[in-house]
């Protein structure tokens, strides 16, 4: 039996942030999701470049083997692209994107995998995740060295070990499944995981739902949980393909990858078209002729939920009754940069119009310039923290990272994420290997491609 996706892709820029660094496709052919990071410029970036380069896979029908291969290949030439991109603007330094990406070839799907986004197949209905995070709290579960429930509040949650940046030994899992009839694919980005318990997105995914209205209620949920980051959801049916008068048609593509275009035509439905757009609009490049959007208009309720949150915090705020606002905001902390140094601060990193909802708490001696690239582009871009002493334990993990990064300069040896730590640290610290088959035993093995089926 011929088996073809039904599908949806959604993405909303969440409680917080300004801009939207999630990527987000969903195709007859592929779903993909890419979680940008590395700054205000770099993020977004990365995860374009990144979806654009798997675009035209969509429109290919391959066999298992090939489109191994073909995945594999075009994630390599991607992560090429990133480092050409680095090499001719430095400013994009420490920019980078995790991903998943699953590609259907006959009866079988190739899963992708790099980071700490995830993805879940629902089957019978029960949900289950089939992605490891490659990230340092989960180096520490499968080590033993803290619990499943100790991961989900860890401090040092938003660390990840591998992610797409541009270097040579950026090498992603994959694996082959087998499609089967009434399963469904959920990829989802950390916006999503971190804020909604894993048992209510069980609930939602495995209530009978359309893929629009399900990704619609996951992305709605967690912007009621109040997520400041970027929220991104795909999902994907695996249905009968001679039933097309029930499956979805149009490629739907979201986040950073559609923001940027403007325009109101259908959205190129070739291989050559879709991949030429995202091309250009990774390049910055605007195009009127077609416009890179998911199928359906975003939902209303995560627009609203969104804009009145800043809407009433503003009103309260600018009235005589400021004090709930302000003094809900004053209970958060985040890890950011001031004049060149690692600061904590106290507060929110959005502001709201001409207000300021954050002030620097208190400021480290650590330069940012001296920290690797990718702690640098997690600096830059704030890194929120439930405590005060959370922030400040990660300034001091961070200095521990900038020292080793002097000490490397000082023998004449390049500062990179990939450099091990001591494994005898009796404290959890960022000093442990940012690619996990550098070290091997603070971190998840690299798992070389396989083939096998879905239990």
């Known amino acids: 039996m011929p088996f073809a996706f039904d599908y949806a892709a959604r993405s909303d820029v969440g409680m917080v942030r300004s801009e939207n660094q999630d990527s987000g496709y969903a195709g007859p052919r592929l779903l993909a999701m890419a979680d940008g990071m590395g700054g205000h410029a770099g993020g977004d970036i990365a995860s374009s470049v990144v979806i654009g380069a798997l675009a035209d896979l969509d429109g290919e029908a391959l066999g298992s083997s090939e489109a191994t291969r073909a995945l594999q290949h075009r994630i390599t030439s991607a992560n090429e692209q990133l480092a050409e991109m680095v090499q001719h603007d430095p400013s994009l330094r420490g920019m980078g994107t995790t991903l998943i990406a699953i590609l259907r070839s006959q009866n079988k799907l190739v899963l992708a995998h790099i980071g700490d986004s995830r993805a879940y197949l629902a089957r019978d209905g029960k949900l289950t995740q089939i992605t490891k995070d490659h990230s340092f709290v989960q180096s520490l579960v499968d080590e033993g060295r803290i619990s499943e429930d100790e991961a989900i509040g860890h401090p040092q949650r938003s660390l990840v070990t591998r992610v797409l940046t541009g270097h040579e030994d950026d090498e992603p899992d994959i694996t082959v499944r087998e499609a089967r009839i009434g399963d469904r694919y959920l990829i989802a980005s950390d916006g999503l995981t971190d804020y909604v318990a894993t048992d209510t997105i069980a609930d939602i995914a495995t209530a009978g739902d359309p893929p629009g209205p399900t990704a619609d209620r996951l992305v709605d949920l967690a912007l009621k ?60 490049e605007n195009d009127d002729s077609f416009t890179l959007a998911e199928e359906a208009p975003r939902s209303r309720t995560g627009r609203w939920l969104r804009a009145a949150a800043l809407v009433m915090l503003a009103l309260v705020v600018v009235s005589g009754g400021a004090y709930a606002a302000y003094d809900w905001s004053q209970h958060q902390w985040f890890v950011g940069s001031n004049d060149g140094r690692v600061a904590v601060f106290q507060g929110v990193s959005q502001d709201v119009g001409p207000l300021k909802l954050s002030h620097v708490a208190s400021q480290s001696d650590v330069a940012v310039a001296d920290l690797p690239d990718f702690y640098r582009g997690k600096v830059q871009d704030t890194i929120s923290k439930a405590t005060k002493r959370d922030a400040q334990a990660l300034v001091e993990e961070l200095r521990v990272e900038a020292d080793r990064c002097a000490a490397s300069r000082a023998t004449g040896d390049p500062c990179t994420e990939s450099a091990t730590s001591s494994t005898t640290t009796t404290t959890p610290s960022t000093t442990e290997s940012t690619t996990a088959h550098s070290n091997p035993t603070n971190t998840p093995p690299v798992r070389t491609p396989t083939t096998g089926t879905t239990p």
């Open 225 to 284: 949980a109040g997520a400041p980051d970027n929220v991104t959801v795909v999902v994907g049916d695996v249905t009968d393909a001679t039933k097309p008068a029930s499956l979805s048609t149009q490629p739907q593509i979201v986040g950073a990858a559609s923001s940027r275009h403007k325009g109101t035509r259908p959205v190129p439905v070739t291989p050559a078209a879709k991949a030429a757009a995202l091309s250009r609009q990774a390049a910055g």
